[in-house]
C-alpha cells in the first residue's frame, strides 16, 4: 500500500505536463514567428508603420505615381480636395477625416489594428491605410491573407487544442481504466460470481475502492454459503421430521382399526382419532411441499400451465363430488412458480370445499392486466366469518370453529407463496348471486 501512487498525483502531472506544454507553444510560436520573418516569408508587425516614411518620401517626389505604393497598403489621392483615386472602403470616411485633420488616426482592433495617415505634397493629399499585423511577403498571398496574425495565431491554438485533448484523452483512458476494474468488480457480485479474478491498482483510492469490494464479495459468498448450509439443514430436518413421524402414524393407524375391530363401543372414538391422523399426515405432506418453495424456477403462465392447473382442481373437485365452473382463462407473460402456485390453487379449492355443501359449484378464474394477473377462486358456502376475516390468514385460525384443532396452515402457506412470487392475497364474502367466500391471488407485474 505504501508504494502506490494517489490519484492527486495522476491529476497533478496531468496538470504539470499541460503547464509544459502551454510554455513549448508559446516558444514554439514565438521562434517559428521569427523563423517566417528571418527567411523573408512575412513582413513584421510594425513594417508598414516603419515603411510609411518610404512612402512620404516617394510622394513628394515630382516624378512620383501611384504604382510606387507597396501592395500592403490601401490609399485614397485627393487633388485640390477633389477625390482621384480610392481603394479605402466608404465606412472608414470618418476616419480619413481624422486623419486629414491631425495627420494621423486609429482603428483600435485586439488583433490588427487600421492606421490612417494623411500625407501631403502641395494640392494634393495622399492618405494610406495600413494594419499593424505580420504582412505576407508575397503579394498574391496577401491578396487571400491579409491579416496574417488571424491566421497565424488561430493555427497555433488549433496545434495548442490538439496537445491538450491529446493529453486528456490519456488521462480519461487511464482514469477509464481504474474506474472499469471496479464496474467489473461490481458486476461480478450482481451476477453473484464471487470466485472471479480479483483487480489491482497503482493508485491508493482505486485499489481501496478494490479491496473493499473484495471484502465484500468474501463477506457475501461467506453469507451464502451459510444461508444455503441453513436452508439444506432445514430441508433436511423437515424431511426427517416427516419420515420419522410418518412411522408412527402408520403404527397408530393400524392399532386403531384393529381396535375397531375388536371393540364396538369405542368406534366412535377410534374414528375420531382416525381423522386426527389423517388430518396430521396431510399437513406433513404440506410441510415437505413447502420446504423446497423457496428455490423453485419460474415460467410464464401459458396455456400448458393453465391446463396443469386445471387438472388439479378438477380431480379434487370430482373426488369431493363438487361442480368445477371456469370464468375466466386468460394465459400471460408474468413469471411464476408453476409448482408453488399449484400448491396455493390446491388450498383454495380445498379450504372451498370444506367449508361448502357437496354437490355445489367451486368457480375459478385467470385474468390478465395490464399491471397484474389474477387468479379467483369462489365457492357457495357459507362464506368468511367476518369476526375472524382480517386474520383468516394467520396460522392456526380457521373457519371450523367447532374443531377443538383449529388450524389455519393452508391460507398460511398460500400467504407465504405469495410472498416469494410478488403476490397479495385478497378475502372477502359475497352476496351478489348467493352466500360464499371469494379469495383473490393478485400478482404484480
Known amino acids: ?3 502506490k501512487k494517489s490519484l492527486t498525483y495522476l491529476i497533478s502531472r496531468f496538470a504539470i505536463l499541460e503547464l509544459f506544454f502551454v510554455i513549448f507553444m508559446i516558444l514554439f510560436s514565438y521562434i517559428l514567428l521569427n523563423v517566417l520573418i528571418n527567411t523573408g516569408i512575412v513582413y513584421p508587425a510594425n513594417y508598414a508603420e516603419m515603411n510609411s516614411d518610404t512612402v512620404k518620401y516617394e510622394f513628394l517626389k515630382e516624378d512620383w505615381n501611384i504604382d510606387k505604393i507597396p501592395f500592403f497598403y490601401e490609399y485614397q489621392l485627393r487633388d485640390n480636395g477633389e477625390i482621384i483615386q480610392n481603394t479605402i472602403d466608404e ?3 470618418q476616419k480619413i477625416s481624422e486623419a486629414l485633420q491631425k495627420g494621423k488616426s486609429l482603428n483600435d482592433k485586439i488583433i490588427g489594428s487600421d492606421v490612417f495617415k494623411a500625407l501631403k505634397n ?6 494610406i491605410k495600413y494594419k499593424i499585423c505580420a504582412i505576407p511577403t508575397n503579394p498574391n498571398v496577401y491578396k487571400i491573407i491579409r491579416n496574417f496574425d488571424l491566421v497565424y495565431f488561430p493555427s497555433m491554438f488549433c496545434l495548442w487544442l490538439i496537445g491538450f485533448i491529446y493529453l486528456i484523452n490519456n488521462l480519461t483512458r487511464k482514469l477509464k481504466s481504474e474506474i472499469r476494474k471496479i464496474s467489473k468488480s461490481n458486476d461480478n457480485i450482481e451476477k453473484l460470481q464471487l470466485e472471479f479474478e480479483r483487480e489491482h491498482s497503482d493508485y491508493a483510492e482505486i485499489s481501496g475502492v478494490l479491496d473493499s469490494i473484495d471484502s465484500m464479495a468474501r463477506s457475501l459468498k461467506a453469507s451464502l454459503e451459510k444461508q444455503w448450509n441453513m436452508q439444506m439443514t432445514q430441508k433436511e430436518m423437515i424431511e426427517s421430521i416427516t419420515h420419522d413421524v410418518r412411522t408412527p402414524i402408520t403404527l397408530i393407524k393400524g392399532n386403531i382399526e384393529l381396535l375397531k ?3 364396538e363401543n369405542v368406534l366412535e372414538r377410534a374414528e375420531d382419532a382416525l381423522n386426527g391422523v389423517e388430518r396430521l399426515e396431510f399437513f406433513l405432506k404440506k410441510l415437505n411441499e413447502f420446504s423446497d418453495l423457496m428455490q423453485a424456477p419460474k415460467e410464464v403462465v401459458s396455456r400448458e400451465v393453465l391446463d396443469d392447473w386445471i387438472k388439479i382442481v378438477t380431480s379434487i373437485c370430482k373426488l369431493k363430488g363438487f361442480s368445477l365452473s371456469i370464468l375466466s382463462y386468460d394465459t400471460s407473460n ?9 400448491i396455493a390453487i390446491q388450498n ?3 379450504n372451498a370445499i370444506e367449508n361448502s355443501s357437496v354437490g355445489s359449484t367451486i368457480y375459478i378464474s385467470f385474468y390478465d392486466d395490464i399491471d397484474d394477473y389474477t387468479i379467483v377462486v369462489r365457492d357457495q358456502g357459507n362464506g ?3 369476526d375472524i376475516l382480517y386474520d383468516i390468514r394467520e396460522k392456526y385460525v380457521s373457519m371450523k370453529m367447532y374443531d377443538n384443532n383449529i388450524h389455519g396452515l393452508g391460507l398460511s402457506i398460500v400467504t407465504k407463496i405469495l410472498e416469494t412470487n410478488k403476490g397479495q392475497l385478497l378475502l372477502k364474502n359475497y352476496d351478489d348471486q348467493g352466500n360464499g367466500a ?3 391471488m393478485v400478482f404484480k407485474k
Not at 502641395?122 to 492618405?127: M, W
Not at 408474468?334 to 399449484?342: M, Q
Open 1 to 3: 500500500m505504501g508504494n
Open 91 to 93: 465606412r472608414y470616411n
Open 122 to 127: 502641395g494640392n494634393k493629399d495622399l492618405i
Open 261 to 263: 375391530e375388536d371393540q
Open 334 to 342: 408474468i413469471k411464476l412458480d408453476k409448482n408453488s402456485i399449484s
Open 348 to 350: 383454495l379449492v380445498n
Open 384 to 386: 368468511f366469518n367476518n
Open 438 to 440: 371469494e379469495v383473490k
